[in-house]
């Protein structure tokens, strides 16, 4: 088994429906390990030139760093908004055992 490295992921969602979809979609997919999804988030941000503000649920996916950029691209397509935030980064620390978990990802469905 090879070891990338851990990522992670973080994407706003309209509803707890949507986000749980999305998350059994990818984790399913092989594309992440796991998510988990944080309710009742308030947010407030710039879109079509207004200031405005929605009640969201949030979504922090973990997987190996080596599906960083097929995850993000599959989350765009699966996502309900029309532009969703989606933010993916590489994690500059996890133990060993976590890289090792996530890395069963790429070694076992997307090598």
């Given at each position: 088994m090879s070891e990338a490295g851990a990522a992670l992921i973080w994407s706003p969602f309209d509803s707890q429906a949507d986000a749980e979809q999305v998350a059994r979609t990818l984790v399913e997919e092989g594309l992440v390990a796991c998510a988990n999804i944080v309710p009742h988030l308030t947010s407030i941000f710039r879109y079509n030139g207004?200031?405005?503000?929605?009640?969201?649920?949030?979504?922090?996916?973990?997987?190996?760093?080596?599906?960083?950029?097929?995850?993000?691209?599959?989350?765009?397509?699966?996502?309900?908004?029309?532009?969703?935030?989606?933010?993916?980064?590489?994690?500059?620390?996890?133990?060993?055992?976590?890289r090792t978990w996530l890395a069963e990802l790429v070694d076992r469905d997307n090598a």
């Open positions: 207004q200031v405005q503000q929605a009640s969201e649920v949030g979504a922090l996916f973990k997987t190996d760093a080596r599906l960083l950029e097929r995850a993000t691209t599959r989350l765009a397509e699966l996502h309900p908004y029309q532009t969703p935030a989606i933010c993916g980064w590489k994690a500059d620390s996890a133990p060993h055992e976590t």
